[in-house]
């Protein structure tokens, strides 16, 4: 953009983003005329009207605006005689304005003086452009004719300004405008309003030429087009319109495929949980949160990170709720302001670990680029696997980059499971997120226990206690509104309301959870006598713990045994369950003996409601707000199928089978499992997670038994119905099972090594299946890659970590090597899961180290892509293969996700770091360099790497850095020599794989015709002649007759791949008479992008193509179509076209001198 010095009044051109802070002019324009650009530069007409207003301007700006020195004002800064300035003007004037630190609108028509209602007839107001002038800015001043302040619109954020603003104006140009005010504060509140509504604005505005009542709305409406004057009125409205059709097709078809990729991902959702506090939620509590100071320090202060912590029950939860809400309002007026949540939960499994919580936060914050592509590119990889949580941290980072600044809310994270160092691993990905992404902050809840508050200690965050007398006045709240909701303890007489609600409130100490139990026991009583009423209230539990014993206590014997069962499944399953399955677990007895069948009394179970009447107080129902298809919480009718509860607030929620109900409160579960349960009168109710584990697996198993031999089971749909505990059973038992730690595995052993009950469960779910995979349904995925069979007990075994299951098979001589599943072998998928113990167990059985598995990968491959550093440390020392090559190669594959350790592993075993092959990258520097790991890249630079070699996806390594706005990479691989101008030519690549393969195929014996399924071509539509041309290519002068029982190994360019594999299955079924064509061209003659600048261009990384034009980049290149000034226009990077354009003028000057 070109900026005025109001000093000097001498122009200087500055790219977009390095503009220093400027005023942009709004005004009416002279019917004599105006200073043009070339006026202003020239110092002509400087006494004529449109000149002297340029400088009243920049006086303006100089004595009321300072230290602002410059202004850009449309008539003097554009070169309306350059049609291509004009057009690049018009479609980035919104953002100019935009990015102003005010617009200056001059009102020519009003005086000093005039009263509001003159300001609202001023002809400025019906101008066509006045839209954009107005609504763009964040602050707009409007001064009279004179340069007196009438008022303003907006914030005025220059700190450095001292400015008298006057009044505001909001309301009335609402008026005079019909532009709502919320849009007048922040035009990002527009969203909200259709394209018609939009356009409407424009009615009864003036412009000076037809085409300007469609460009002046370019901005306004997101479009980009050339500006054509002489199309007329409807020839600009057309092509607005058809883009704006484009544009919302297009953001139609993103939405759809964002939608895919988050139902691949599958997070938790945290607003079920949200939901759920905010219906527990008192209206007028928490309000001390949000006006306390360190809260309003971390919301629009220095305060990055905030830790609020209270004792359990003190309603941390749904403070953290009313603090989520607050931040919803305050996003809703910032501009490019990211907001995530996460509710851990001790009664989800889903939301418990690191990885739930990357998930959650990536899917909520990664629709916006780089994260979205990412995101896509994972989603698009071939094999379809979810990314682990390195891939996600790496595009959580990329996603939080992309905002400004980013709110994040985290409640509950001591729910998070101590075992196993799932909470260790929470707080250390935490400290990684504070650390290395400095515009995010975060609010996190919880219990101050001591491992939390150590690391609060180490991360200095700010602490905001949850004070007892801070709480009481919200309990009091509370229990008043209670008592004048409820339907029976509304009924009590003033008095006794008057001693329940003064009683509670002076011995809740801060527990809200007290508070309610102690309600709900009073609700519970059988008598509301003011007397019996004052009795309790004499009597009251000192604590939780006293409470909870009590309740149990109440129980009655006969139910003890049911309440048990009950509460080990509300403890431990893995997700919430319907009241519906919980009346199914109650039939279900494995018995202590494991090689017994146990028990499922189908004919025995008895109604959903038993839970409520046996545990009431102990559960309560989910959210009905948490877009669940299979929860069918419903408000209505009463019926047979339901029944009324009344939640806290007092309303009737309709419950029926489908309600799924949890624990009411994680000092529920935690006073169950506490040592304090065994010197209690209800110690035969305690749970040991340990037992509770074995005894939900054992449950599971006997489950899928007794549904295998069913003769109801009929292997559709419709069994989900008759066995309502199927499909948990089939997703979670060897969830449990892992956890159970008990000696005997008979009965997982027996499951698994009978044919006919592995495939119903199978059947019902694939612990391998895709995202897509549904019960009873064949996974597309597997007919798209060609899966066909199941692994053995051994492979299962291995898939799902049960080490006790593979000893016990390996005892039993299991087929170590057998082939099937997804990955091939015990020891790939073992290798892949990063299980150690059964890495070890297998390989000491003597499984081979370097087998392939039907995906064309091995073990050492596996391991390495998913940083299991301990297991390739087993597999190498074990003779694993470091440079085998076989549908992937290891030390390219971690270079890759950037797993560096990994990486120096495999080096020091003599991984060789020129070898190419691979998916995607031709070699382990590019793989690198396209993630951007620099210590990786510098790592094998100093190991030899070639930093000019090409193949893959992307060329070479400099292409693929550029290509992602890599920068650091791109200047450390043009410090090691890398060419600038390097092409990726695929035939010489090929040259050497060519012959390898031709090599290969020749020395082959001819055996049985066993051959495989013949693979499709990606370039199909080529036809067979292409596929021939591949065969007689790859066989050179060869004449070969062969039969292949196992395909190639070596991997080739992308696009040349595919038509070799079909290619020679082709060649081989019809055992071919092959013969050379020397004239044949098979090979593409460039790589995705073909150079360096060119992909830089094309991606629109402003930074990369400077640093490469500063390296020598041939501007005239060509890419993979046209060349980078082509591409980067028709991208719509205009600040990479400026940059070019100047390059090759600033070259043929050179070329003059």
């Known amino acids: 953009m070109r900026l005025l010095n109001v000093d000097s009044l001498e122009f200087k051109e500055f790219r977009d983003e390095d503009a220093p802070p400027y005023v942009a002019a709004s005004h009416r324009w002279l019917s004599e005329g105006e200073t043009t650009y070339q006026d202003a530069r020239d110092r002509r007409d400087i006494s004529s009207a449109g000149y002297l207003k340029v400088e009243a301007f920049a006086k303006y700006t100089r004595e009321e605006l300072a230290p602002i020195k410059w202004l850009w004002i449309d008539t003097a800064c554009i070169n309306k005689d350059s049609a291509a300035e004009l057009s690049e003007a018009i479609n980035s004037m919104f953002e100019w304005y935009h990015g102003a630190q005010l617009c200056l609108a001059y009102l020519a028509d009003v005086s000093a003086g005039d009263d509001i209602g003159t300001v609202g007839k001023s002809a400025w107001w019906r101008r066509g452009w006045t839209l954009q002038e107005l609504l763009a800015p ?50 990002e509140a527009s969203h909200a309003l259709s394209v018609h509504e939009k356009l409407n604005w424009m009615n009864g505005r003036e412009t000076s030429r037809p085409e300007d009542m469609s460009y002046a709305m370019f901005g306004l409406l997101g479009v980009t087009l050339p500006v054509i004057y002489g199309e007329k009125y409807k020839g600009a409205r057309d092509r607005l319109l058809a883009a704006i059709r484009e544009r919302e097709d297009a953001a139609t078809r993103k939405a759809e495929h964002y939608r895919k990729i988050v139902d691949w991902l599958a997070p938790a959702d945290p607003w079920t949980n949200h939901e759920a506090a905010r219906q527990r939620h008192e209206p007028e509590t928490g309000v001390w949160l949000l006006e306390h100071h360190q809260y309003l320090a971390w919301k629009t202060g220095p305060c990055r990170s905030l830790w609020l912590y209270g ?117 250390s990905g935490f400290e990684r997120l504070s650390t290395r992404a400095p515009n995010t902050k975060f609010l996190v809840t919880s219990r ?18 949850v004070d007892t007398w801070v709480v009481d006045a919200d309990i009091q709240k509370y229990v008043s509104s209670q008592l004048s909701r409820d339907h029976k303890l509304s009924r009590l007489d003033q008095a006794t309301k008057g001693s329940i609600e003064e009683t509670l409130a002076q011995k ?135 029944r009324d509860h009344f939640d806290d607030a007092g309303l009737i929620e309709r419950i029926t089978k489908n309600t799924k109900v949890r624990l009411a409160h994680f000092s529920v579960k935690e006073y169950l499992e506490s040592s304090r349960m065994l010197t209690s009168d209800a110690k035969a109710l305690y749970l040991d997670p340990v037992k509770e584990h074995n005894f939900l697996a054992q449950s599971c198993l006997v489950y899928l038994m007794h549904y295998s031999s069913s003769s109801q089971k009929t292997s559709t749909t419709q069994d989900l119905t008759t066995f309502p505990m199927l499909e948990y059973a089939a997703r979670t038992w060897f969830d449990h099972a892992m956890l159970q730690e ?72 299991a087929d170590i090597n057998a082939q099937g599943g997804n990955s091939g072998t015990a020891l790939m998928v073992a290798s892949y899961k990063g299980y150690p113990n059964i890495v070890r167990q297998l390989l000491q059985h003597r499984a081979k180290v370097n087998a392939q598995g039907e995906f064309f990968f091995n073990a050492l491959h596996a391991a390495s892509s998913k940083n299991h550093v301990e297991v390739v440390q087993l597999l190498l020392e074990n003779g694993a293969d470091v440079n085998a090559v076989v549908g992937g190669h290891a030390l390219q594959s971690a270079s890759e996700k950037g797993f560096t350790e990994v990486v120096q592993l495999l080096l020091e075993y003599g991984a060789d770091v020129n070898t190419q092959g691979g998916k995607e990258y031709g070699n382990a520097l590019q793989a690198a360099a396209y993630g951007g790991h620099i210590k990786i890249v510098r790592l094998l630079l100093q190991h030899q790497a070639k930093v000019n070699a090409q ?106 791949a595919t038509n070799l594999q079909a290619a020679f299955w082709q060649g081989y079924r019809q055992g071919l008479q092959l013969s050379i064509d020397p004239k044949i061209n098979v090979f593409p003659t460039s790589s995705l992008y073909g150079t360096a600048l060119w992909a830089a261009s094309r991606n629109g990384h402003t930074e990369i193509v400077q640093l490469l034009l500063g390296h020598g980049a041939d501007i005239n290149a060509q890419g993979h179509r046209g060349t980078p000034l082509e591409t980067a226009s028709s991208h719509g990077h205009t600040a990479i076209v400026q940059l070019l354009l100047d390059h090759q003028v600033e070259v043929l000057d050179t070329a003059r001198r």
């Open 138 to 187: 964040r602050m707009v001043l409007f001064v009279t004719k004179e340069w007196h302040t009438i008022g303003h619109k907006g914030s005025f954020a220059y700190s450095e300004c001292q400015l008298s603003l006057g009044t505001g104006l909001e309301q009335t140009i609402a008026g005079v405008t019909g532009i709502p005010e919320p849009v007048l504060h922040h035009y």
């Open 311 to 427: 004792k359990a029950g003190c309603g941390k939860t749904i403070l953290c709720s009313t603090a989520v809400e607050d931040m919803q309002t305050h996003c809703l007026s910032a501009n490019n302001v990211g907001h995530a949540v996460f509710y851990f939960s001790f009664s989800d499994i889903r939301k418990q670990t690191y990885q739930d919580l990357l998930l959650s936060l990536v899917v909520q914050l990664g629709n916006k680029e780089p994260g979205r592509s990412m995101l896509c590119q994972a989603y698009e990889r071939s094999d379809r696997r979810k990314p682990g949580s390195a891939d996600l941290e790496k595009i959580l980072f990329a996603s939080l980059g992309s905002y400004d600044k980013v709110f994040i809310h985290l409640d509950g994270i001591d729910e998070c499971p101590e075992g196993d160092e799932l909470r260790q691993y929470v707080l």
């Open 448 to 465: 101050d226990v001591p491992d939390i508050r150590y690391f609060v200690g180490t991360l200095v965050l700010d602490t905001l206690p």
């Open 508 to 642: 809740a100490d801060g527990m809200f959870r007290w508070v309610y139990c102690q309600l709900q026991l009073l609700k519970q009583s059988r008598s509301s006598k003011p007397s019996s009423i004052k009795a309790a209230l004499r009597t009251l539990p000192k604590d939780l713990d006293e409470t909870y014993e009590r309740m149990l206590d109440r129980l009655v014997k006969d139910d003890r045994l049911h309440a048990l069962i009950l509460l080990r499944w509300l403890a431990y399953a893995k997700e919430p369950l319907s009241l519906e399955q919980l009346a199914e677990v109650s039939i279900v007895d494995p018995t202590n003996d494991p090689t017994a069948d146990g028990v499922v009394a189908f004919g025995d179970r008895g109604g959903w409601e038993d839970t409520l009447d046996i545990l009431a107080g102990f559960i309560v129902p989910e959210s009905a707000w948490c877009g669940d298809p299979y929860n069918e919480l419903l408000r209505g009718e009463s019926t047979d199928e339901s």
């Open 742 to 813: 008990c000696g005997s595995v008979e009965r997982e052993v027996s499951f698994l090594t009978s044919e006919t009950q592995k495939r119903d469960w199978l059947f019902v779910y694939d612990p391998e299946g895709s995202a897509f995979s549904k019960p009873f349904v064949p996974d597309p995925w597997d007919k798209l890659v060609g899966r066909t069979g199941i692994g053995t007990a051994l492979y299962y075994a291995a898939l799902l970590g049960l080490e006790s299951v593979v000893r016990q098979l390996l005892s039993l001589g």
């Open 951 to 1056: 193949g893959g996806f992307y060329g070479n390594a400099l292409q693929a850095a550029s290509s992602m706005n890599r920068a650091e990479v791109v200047q450390l691989l043009l410090d090691y020599g890398a060419n600038v101008n390097a092409r990726f030519d695929a035939r010489a690549e090929l040259a050497e794989t060519i012959k390898t393969l031709a090599s290969r195929i020749a020395s082959l014996s001819i055996r049985k015709p066993s051959l495989p399924p013949q693979p499709r071509s990606s370039q199909h539509a080529q036809g067979e002649e292409l596929v021939g041309n591949a065969v007689q290519a790859a066989y050179q002068a060869c004449t070969a007759q062969v039969s292949l029982e196992h395909p190639p190994d070596v991997y080739v360019h992308k696009s040349v």
